[in-house]
């Protein structure tokens, strides 16, 4: 189940209890209800994060080798632009940690948003082939959502669709997450073997 399955369940199963009026019920009868509630719900929490750092760890050792590949960490490069985003997507991970251990679940949700476009950034940086929106980025502006989809139009228009086809099994085998796809294609890309 995805995550926003997952979301939209909770959300579902949420709002039936409160249309049933058991937990308003229940919360007469047993005055800890709210405090147990929240118990049980940090421990599930606690649970999906210990859950994720396999991941977190893996992705944020990775960003630690890609950093080998970039000579200077000021030059205005796809490579060095993605390193920057991947360094700040790992520190919105750790951040979403800390308000999930403390229950501000809702808190965190602009934060999940903003890795999903912080990664849509990056993999537009590396689509866009003369680098336009790459030194718009550098200059200190931003690069909207619209412009990062209609790049990745493009890129399906022009044939992409076929080679994402044609690496799909490798992809499967060889990549097991987004991340290090990116860092992989990237590194082939701009880094002479």
Not at 28 to 51: A, C, V
Not at 159 to 176: A, N, S, V, W
């Amino acid at each position: 189940m995805s995550v926003d399955e997952q979301i939209k369940q909770n959300i579902g199963e949420r709002i039936a209890k409160l249309k049933r009026g058991d937990a308003k019920k229940y919360s007469k009868t047993n005055i800890f209800y709210p405090g147990q509630e929240k118990e049980s719900d940090l421990k599930k929490i606690q649970d999906h994060i210990n859950d994720l750092s396999p991941t977190y760890s893996f992705v944020r050792d990775s960003i630690k080798n890609f950093k080998k590949l970039i000579p200077d960490i000021t030059a205005q490069t796809t490579l060095c632009a993605v390193y920057l985003i991947y360094g700040k997507v790992v520190q919105t991970w750790e951040s979403i940690f800390l308000l999930a251990t403390k229950g501000y679940g809702f808190n965190m949700m602009e934060l999940v948003r903003s890795i999903g476009e912080n990664l849509d950034l990056a993999k537009a940086f590396h689509l866009d082939k003369e680098e336009k929106h790459l030194k718009r980025w550098f200059e200190g502006e931003i690069i909207e959502h619209k412009t990062i989809r209609a790049i990745e139009d493009k890129f399906l228009k022009e044939g992409g669709l076929k080679f994402i086809k044609e690496k799909t099994y490798h992809l499967m085998i060889c990549q097991p997450i987004y991340t290090e796809l990116c860092l992989n294609t990237l590194t082939v890309r701009t880094v002479p073997s």
